[in-house]
T-cell receptor, first 114, second 112 residues
C-alpha cells in the first residue's frame, strides 16, 4: 500500500508563473513532511519541510502548505524558474520508536518552460 | 567538505554475481539508509542502520545484505537472489532522531 502519493507524474509551467505540486498521505502517524528535489543521475537534495502541527512554511520562493484534515500537502514555487526543472519528491517522516524513517512518494517531474 | 560518497557511479554486473556498493559519510551521522529508485517509482527503503553493528530491514530487503562495522561506512551487497537488481541505488544518512536525510549521488547498477 502506498502511504504517500503524488498523483501527477509531470507538470509543465511557464517561467514566472506559479508551480503547484501536490502530495497525499494516508498514515496519521506521520509527524513531519519534506520535499526533495532531484536532478537526473544525482541524489535528492532537501528543499523544505513542515511539521504536522503547522499549516504553512515559507522559504524564499518555496512555500509548503499542509491540510491535516485532508491529509494533503502542496509545494508552491513562485515565480518558477528554468532551474527549477527537476523531479520533486514528497516524503513523510515517522518515528517507529526504534527508527526514524522517511516514506517517499513517486515524484512529480516539473518542467519550467521559457 | 562533509558529505556522502557513493562509489562507483556506474556498475555493471553479470547475472548471478554478487556485487557490493560502497557508501561512506563524514558527517558524523549515526543513522544510515539504503534506498532504491526505479523509473516511475519513489524511493523504496532497503535497509537502515541507527547505530554501528545494528541494522534493520526496510520495505524491500529481500536479495540484499548490509553491514555496519564502522560509523562512516554502510556497504550494500546486491546478491544473486535479488530478482530485479537493475536500478538506481541511493545511500543517505541523518542525525539520529532528525527528520531530514542527506543523500549521496547514487550508483546506477545494470545487470547484463
Amino acid at each position: 500500500d502506498q502511504q504517500v502519493k503524488q498523483n501527477s507524474p509531470s507538470l509543465s509551467v511557464q517561467e514566472g508563473r506559479i508551480s503547484i505540486l501536490n502530495c497525499d498521505y494516508t498514515n496519521s502517524m506521520f509527524d513531519y513532511f519534506l520535499w526533495y528535489k532531484k536532478y537526473p543521475a544525482e541524489g535528492p537534495t532537501f528543499l523544505i519541510s513542515i511539521s504536522s502541527i503547522k499549516d504553512k512554511n515559507e522559504d524564499g520562493r518555496f512555500t509548503v502548505f499542509l491540510n491535516k484534515s485532508a491529509k494533503h500537502l502542496s509545494l508552491h514555487i513562485v515565480p518558477s524558474q528554468p532551474g527549477d526543472s527537476a523531479v520533486y519528491f514528497c516524503a513523510a517522516h515517522h518515528d517507529t520508536g526504534t527508527a526514524s524513517k522517511l516514506t517517499f512518494g513517486t515524484g512529480t517531474r516539473l518542467q519550467v518552460t521559457l | 567538505d562533509g558529505g556522502i560518497t557513493q562509489s562507483p557511479k556506474y556498475l555493471f554486473r553479470k547475472e548471478g554475481q554478487n556485487v557490493t556498493l560502497s557508501c561512506e559519510q563524514n558527517l558524523n551521522h549515526d543513522a544510515m539508509y539504503w534506498y532504491r529508485q526505479d523509473p516511475g517509482q519513489g524511493l523504496r527503503l532497503i535497509y537502515y542502520s541507527q547505530i554501528v553493528n545494528d541494522f534493520q530491514k526496510g520495505d524491500i530487503a529481500e536479495g540484499y545484505s548490509v553491514s555496519r562495522e564502522k560509523k562512516e561506512s554502510f556497504p550494500l551487497t546486491v546478491t544473486s537472489a535479488q530478482k530485479n537488481p537493475t536500478a538506481f541505488y541511493l545511500c543517505a544518512s541523518s542525525v539520529t532522531g532528525a527528520r531530514e536525510a542527506f543523500f549521496g549521488q547514487g550508483t546506477r547498477l545494470t545487470v547484463v
